[in-house]
């Protein structure tokens, strides 16, 4: 491999998460580490720079954010946000924010912006693409797509595995009938 780079494809780290992954991974290995952030909890841009400043010398960032769910690191605040910390990006930053312009008005329908659905899966560890299934079963099985959410953080859900949001929803569903008392 030619490099390294630790996803957080839930938005679910927060900077000393990231600091102690990234610390481990370029401390023990000999190719470059990078970082790939998503914004679930507001932390994209946090999270990149803790990754830097622990040693990664990738890092991944979207304009305007571009990106499912809450989006990623916003590529021009991460360019802004190094060079003013002192970093040689030999990025030329108004050239970014012009993209950025120009992503926004030609590529992109929604800017991508933190929703409670991105809040939530970000703070149960699931990627925000099952945020529709959710919804959508949730709704259909009677439960809150909050509690739904953290149901399958505690199953510890990955992507390609979306029959599961259905046995989940069933047994939150059973168990909320369980727990009600009888009227």
Wanted: hydrophobic share 45%.
């Amino acid at each position: 491999a030619e490099g390294v780079v630790l996803m957080d494809s839930a938005g679910a780290l927060l900077p000393g998460d990231v600091a102690r992954r990234i610390e481990v991974l370029a401390g023990g290995l000999e190719i470059p580490v990078g970082f790939h952030a998503h914004n679930n909890l507001g932390m994209a841009i946090a999270n990149s720079i803790a990754a830097v400043e622990a040693g990664a010398r990738i890092l991944d960032g979207t304009a305007r954010g571009f990106g499912a769910g809450a989006g990623n690191a916003q590529l021009e605040v991460l360019v802004a946000v190094l060079q003013k910390m002192g970093y040689e990006t030999n990025i030329d930053l108004y050239k970014v924010l012009e993209l950025s312009d120009l992503a926004e008005k030609q590529v992109m329908k929604v800017v991508p912006i933190v929703r409670p659905t991105s809040i939530v899966s970000g703070m149960a560890g699931v990627v925000s693409t099952f945020a529709k299934h959710v919804e959508r079963i949730s709704q259909q099985y009677g439960v809150d797509p909050r509690d739904l959410f953290f149901e399958l953080g505690r199953r510890k859900l990955v992507a390609g595995q979306e029959d599961i949001i259905i046995e989940a929803a069933m047994d939150l569903a059973s168990r909320r009938q369980t727990d009600s008392p009888e009227r």
